[in-house]
């Protein structure tokens, strides 16, 4: 019998989604395993036919995006309420995402940066009708709601998405939930879907050797080595402070990792983690020196975890002007 499922979207780019469908012909394989009855996304579904459906009728709800609105955290709240298990699908519905760095700001500066004082504002208005109302802060999904999964990725790679779903489907609902109940979600993803615990630089094959960094560069100085470490070339690499899945992407591709799988293993604050390495290898660069290589502390370190953080609200007193 078909696993009854459902996409939510909530506050999002949707390029969650955009990975979904990059299954292309993978898809004949699982979609008939599948009776989708909500994706506004893709289908005329409205969210009052969410609302209609009995209470534990869908089997698995997806759920994207983060909760930026009033709007997005009743839609989350009936997702729940109506699913048998809920995944968070991709960074933003695991962390907050880059969204998140909006905590920095009060809800006030934010709007008013983007609705009045940017550089692309003519005329500017706060809109006030027909629209949901803003949370004032971003919370992570999982703090609103309990989540059974979290599939992490900005976005989530196809490859992963198809695994996930396809270990569901082999295994079956019931048997993964009595697994993350007993044993938890770590357990899930090395042991039942083939996944790595370890970090990012742990499954990285470039040459590392003894790290002591004098500069910091951005990411736009210079052309890296590349067979060489981009953390010993002074490039910021968040390997050392997040997950491995992705397949290394990024630094294979001559880009420094900035951490969209989420903290590593047994890791519990992804910026802290990583300041703290780097403290160790920077010991030659000055405070103050280092300051002005990294002016955006919260983007460099916290670019998709700062809601998760254990100190997700810091809020500037000054605005957002630039």
């Known amino acids: 019998m078909p696993l009854k499922v459902a996409f939510l979207q909530l506050a999002s780019c949707w390029g969650c989604h955009q990975s979904l469908v990059d299954m292309h012909e993978k898809l004949l394989d699982v979609v008939p395993h599948l009776e989708i009855v909500h994706w506004a996304a893709v289908v005329d579904y409205k969210y009052k036919d969410l609302e209609a459906l009995p209470d534990g009728e869908i089997d698995i709800g997806f759920v994207e995006g983060c909760s930026r ?3 997005d955290v009743h839609h989350l709240k009936v997702l729940r309420k109506k699913s048998k298990a809920v995944i968070a699908f991709g960074t933003c ?10 905590n920095s700001y009060s809800i006030e500066a934010c ?11 003519v005329e500017g208005t706060i809109p006030t009708h027909d629209v949901p109302d803003f949370e004032p802060f971003i919370i992570p999904n999982d703090e ?20 996930v779903v396809g270990g569901v489907l082999e295994h079956g609902l019931g048997t993964v939930v009595s697994i993350l109940q007993e044993h ?25 050797e003894e790290k002591k960094l004098t500069v910091i560069k951005r990411d736009f100085e210079g052309i890296p080595d590349p067979e060489k470490c981009l953390l010993e070339q002074g490039y910021i690499c968040m390997g050392p402070a997040t997950r491995a899945g992705c397949g290394v992407r990024c630094p294979n591709a001559g880009v ?7 903290p590593a293993p047994n890791v519990r604050d992804q910026g802290s983690k990583m300041m703290s390495a780097l403290a160790s290898i920077c010991k030659d660069i000055d405070p103050e020196d280092f300051r002005k290589m990294v002016p955006d502390t919260v983007g460099t ?6 809601a998760k953080a254990l100190l997700p609200r810091m809020v500037k007193e000054k605005s957002m002007e630039v």
């Open 144 to 163: 609103i709601v309990p989540v059974d999964l979290h599939i992490w990725g900005c976005p989530p790679e196809t490859e992963v998405i198809l695994k």
């Open 256 to 262: 420094p990792c900035t951490g969209c799988w989420g």
């Open 301 to 306: 370190f916290y670019k998709f975890f700062l």
């Open 93 to 102: 519905s695991c962390f907050g995402g880059v969204y998140g760095m909006a």
């Open 69 to 71: 609105t009033e709007e």
């Open 184 to 208: 938890g979600e770590e357990y899930l993803w090395s042991e039942v879907l083939g996944f790595p615990v370890k970090t990012q630089c742990d499954e990285c094959e470039r040459t590392r």
């Open 111 to 121: 709007k008013e940066r983007k609705f009045l004082t940017a550089d692309t504002v």
